[in-house]
């Protein structure tokens, strides 16, 4: 990566921040994240309780980048047809058309996906795995990039299906935007008294741009010493006594990809493990199973991720 080609992706990456904080004020970290998750390809999990601008921050991001943005809204009647598309009879010709879901496009806003039955959650299992769809036989290509953003509300929440270990382990972070500051909100209501800041939001990055990005994340080098690191937090999840199910090698794969990721944003071709360490929360946490024993003593996830981290010796 050339001096002139890293300022110039350094200059993207901080126009697409500074479009998002216009819209979602206070979140600056977990807008660093979602442009990780961007760059490296991943989708992205957003749990909160409502009001908080999940599905406001999904908005924000698709109109950013210059891309085909579709919104389904997730309901327990949903289909995975409704998502993914089906044959369409013409009895004028007597054949069969294919007709594209939404699925088919750049970013999928899949808005409080945990509404939704088992069978239409796991529509999306293929999509996110592999960018492409099976349907009634044939296999369907998605277009490039294809990025999930997918919103829910907390599982004990009344209507909810909580999504399966192997959906979530296809999300490449999971995030939990949380209330804002009382200054922040005060801010907020100012900034929406004439008009929502989304509607004057414009791309601040090409469909292109979006491609070449992704593709230079993945020449970032990363040292030996640090995957060995990244493995060690791995593996120490799964013989953690707390955890039922540790995370699995496409977690390693991801936490990768999102440190190659972290390491670019901040112009660096190189990863440290610095890297590992802030995105290891994001990345890991929700991917473990909690025993009946630690849900219920108290324990979180997340604190169980920063506890393995800060055991893990760090490479010099």
Same mark, same amino acid.
């Given at each position: 990566?050339t001096?002139?080609?890293? +300022?110039e992706?350094?200059?993207?990456? #901080?126009a697409?921040h500074?479009? !998002?904080?216009?819209v979602?004020?206070?979140?600056?970290?977990?807008i660093d994240?979602?442009?990780? $998750? !961007?760059l490296?390809g991943?989708?992205?999990?957003m749990?909160?309780?409502?009001?908080?601008?999940?599905?406001t921050?999904?908005k924000?991001?698709a109109?950013?980048?210059?891309?085909?943005?579709q919104?389904?809204?997730?309901t327990?009647?949903l289909?995975p047809n409704?998502?993914l598309g089906?044959s369409i009879?013409n009895p004028?010709d007597?054949?069969?058309?294919?007709? @594209?879901? %939404?699925i088919?496009?750049n970013v999928l806003l899949a808005? @409080? /996906?945990?509404?939704a039955?088992?069978?239409?959650q796991s529509a999306?299992l293929e999509?996110?795995s592999e960018?492409?769809?099976? /349907?009634?036989?044939?296999r *369907?290509?998605?277009?490039?990039?294809?990025?999930v953003l997918a919103?829910?509300?907390?599982v004990?929440?009344h209507?909810?299906?909580?999504l %399966?270990? $192997?959906?979530?382990? #296809?999300f490449?972070?999971q995030?939990?935007l949380g209330? %804002?500051?009382?200054d922040?909100?005060v801010?907020?209501?100012f900034?929406?008294a004439e008009?929502?800041p989304l509607e004057q939001?414009? %791309?601040?990055?090409? *469909?292109?741009?979006i491609?070449?990005?992704? #593709?230079?994340v =993945?020449q970032?080098r990363?040292?030996? +010493?640090?995957a060995?690191y !990244?493995?060690e937090i791995?593996?120490?999840?799964?013989?953690?006594?707390? !955890?039922?199910?540790?995370?699995s090698? #496409?977690?390693?794969l991801?936490?990768?990809r999102?440190?190659?990721?972290?390491?670019?944003?901040?112009?660096r071709?190189f990863?440290?493990?610095?890297?590992?360490?802030?995105l290891a929360?994001?990345v890991?946490?929700?991917?473990?199973?909690?025993?009946s024993?630690a849900?219920?003593g108290g324990d979180s =996830?997340a604190?169980?991720?920063?506890? /393995?981290i @800060?055991q893990?010796p760090v490479?010099t």
């Amino acid at each position: 990566m050339t001096t002139d080609t890293s +300022s110039e992706a350094l200059l993207s990456i #901080r126009a697409l921040h500074d479009n !998002l904080s216009r819209v979602i004020q206070g979140k600056s970290e977990c807008i660093d994240v979602l442009i990780v $998750a !961007l760059l490296s390809g991943g989708s992205v999990l957003m749990e909160d309780v409502p009001g908080v601008g999940k599905t406001t921050l999904a908005k924000a991001l698709a109109r950013s980048i210059d891309v085909e943005y579709q919104r389904v809204q997730f309901t327990p009647d949903l289909l995975p047809n409704d998502i993914l598309g089906s044959s369409i009879y013409n009895p004028v010709d007597g054949q069969f058309t294919f007709r @594209e879901g %939404p699925i088919f496009c750049n970013v999928l806003l899949a808005d @409080e /996906i945990n509404r939704a039955s088992p069978r239409t959650q796991s529509a999306l299992l293929e999509a996110m795995s592999e960018s492409q769809a099976t /349907i009634e036989g044939t296999r *369907h290509e998605l277009p490039n990039p294809f990025f999930v953003l997918a919103t829910q509300n907390p599982v004990d929440f009344h209507g909810t299906y909580p999504l %399966p270990e $192997a959906q979530l382990d #296809r999300f490449l972070v999971q995030l939990d935007l949380g209330y %804002p500051d009382a200054d922040t909100e005060v801010d907020i209501l100012f900034s929406q008294a004439e008009q929502h800041p989304l509607e004057q939001l414009q %791309p601040a990055v090409s *469909h292109e741009q979006i491609l070449q990005l992704q #593709r230079a994340v =993945k020449q970032v080098r990363v040292d030996k +010493s640090v995957a060995r690191y !990244l493995v060690e937090i791995v593996g120490h999840s799964r013989e953690d006594g707390r !955890l039922k199910l540790g995370v699995s090698p #496409r977690g390693s794969l991801m936490l990768f990809r999102a440190a190659q990721a972290s390491a670019f944003a901040a112009g660096r071709d190189f990863v440290l493990p610095d890297d590992v360490q802030k995105l290891a929360g994001p990345v890991l946490a929700h991917r473990l199973m909690l025993t009946s024993k630690a849900k219920y003593g108290g324990d979180s =996830k997340a604190d169980i991720v920063a506890e /393995i981290i @800060e055991q893990v010796p760090v490479p010099t």
